[in-house]
């Protein structure tokens, strides 16, 4: 219960110097760069592992990344999927190599060399002949949730620093948080919770946030 509690706090802290975090620069800076994504909407599949325990389920989404910021650049991505019932499930995480492979082989004619985001490279070269088809995957999710929204940063240079709204160092000055340009892609669960084979995720928005 206590690390429960703590969590919610975490999480509500992290809500907060969200909220108060500056929007990115409509006119970025001439040192910045924001390379250009596409994405599929997120699937869910069922997987037997070879461990021989029950069929678990993932969710994922594949995004296509261009590089046309006119320089080669480093390509250092995380991604988050965040619940609305406060659940925080950073990509990948308990997610075993067959799982990708899976999507991998259904998606082979479409992206055949569709890549895992843990295992995209650190440099994102120039042109479209050079784009990065990526995928990104959690497993199941609070199945009490009904929206869900997914942050993906090193996608962008820029960055910002704002005051942590409740740390403070020891001069008691507020502690500097930095935030990086982020994108958000926001959506809502549709279908019977009960029948979770047959839910998906509805595309509701797509921002870039500093976070």
């Known amino acids: ?5 703590c969590g919610i706090f975490l999480t509500c802290a992290l809500a907060a110097v969200s909220a108060a975090a500056p929007k990115p620069a409509v006119i970025p800076e001439s040192a910045d760069w924001t390379v250009d994504v596409s994405f599929e909407n997120p699937q ?13 389920r993932f969710w994922y989404v594949i995004i296509t990344i261009t590089n046309n910021t006119g320089r080669d650049i480093d390509f250092y991505p995380k991604c988050e999927l965040m619940t609305d019932t406060l659940q925080v ?4 995480s308990g ?7 899976n999507i991998k082989t259904s998606f082979s004619g479409k992206y055949p060399f569709l890549e895992s985001l843990e295992k995209s490279g650190n440099r994102i ?11 990104i995957i959690w497993p199941d999710f609070d199945p009490k949730t009904s929206c869900i929204d997914i942050f993906i940063t090193g996608l962008s240079s820029e960055t910002a620093a704002v005051d942590h709204p409740v740390e403070k160092d020891q001069s008691g000055k507020p502690v500097k948080v930095y935030l990086r340009k982020t994108l958000q892609l926001t959506y809502t669960l549709t279908g019977d919770a009960n029948l979770r084979s047959g839910e998906t995720l509805s595309f509701k928005s797509k921002n870039w946030v500093m976070r």
Not at 1 to 5: D, G, H, L
Not at 89 to 92: C, D, K, N, R, S
Not at 95 to 101: K, L, N, Y
């Open 1 to 5: 219960m206590r690390y429960f509690i």
């Open 44 to 56: 869910q599949l069922s997987l037997s592992l070879p461990d021989g325990a029950a069929a678990k």
């Open 89 to 92: 499930i950073p990509a990948g």
């Open 95 to 101: 997610t075993p190599d067959a799982v990708f492979e």
């Open 125 to 135: 070269l120039q042109g479209r002949d050079n784009a990065k088809d990526i995928a």
